[in-house]
Nanobody
Framework: QVQLVESGGGLVQAGGSLRLSCVAS????????MGWYRQAPGKQREVVAT???????TYTDSVKGRFTISRDSAKNTVYLQMNNLKPEDTDVYYC?????????????WGQGTQVTVSA
């Protein structure tokens, strides 16, 4: 069982910045990808950004140029730097880990951290 603990959410004004952190209970390099997802009330959960063991990154179009995903493997931590925040970024943000395992793929989720951006 992998534990993922998010932190860093909060209330900011439009144009402000936040840095989210996700601390894993083991090495993040043991997973194929780490990622951040978000979900607002009444909407589906969507991927925001992912990072692979080789540091390849992906971003959803709405956050490109504003958000940056990174990691500190020594601290078992993945970050999401969120700049130029907009009210539409208001969501619960979830940390995610995916891998192949020995016999089947797996996926783990954190508990989520609230990000609220005021107009």
């Amino acid at each position: 069982q992998v534990q993922l603990v998010e932190s860093g959410g909060g209330l900011v004004q439009a144009g402000g910045s936040l840095r989210l952190s996700c601390v894993a209970s083991g090495s993040i390099l043991s997973h194929k990808t780490m990622g951040w997802y978000r979900q607002a009330p009444g909407k589906q959960r969507e991927v925001v950004a992912t990072i692979s063991r080789d540091d390849d990154t992906t971003y959803t179009d709405s956050v490109k140029g504003r958000f940056t995903i990174s990691r500190d493997s020594a601290k078992n931590t993945v970050y999401l730097q969120m700049n130029n925040l907009k009210p539409e970024d208001t969501d619960v943000y979830y940390c995610n880990a995916k891998g192949l395992g020995w016999t089947e793929p797996y996926e783990y989720w954190g508990q989520g951290t609230q990000v609220t951006v005021s107009a």
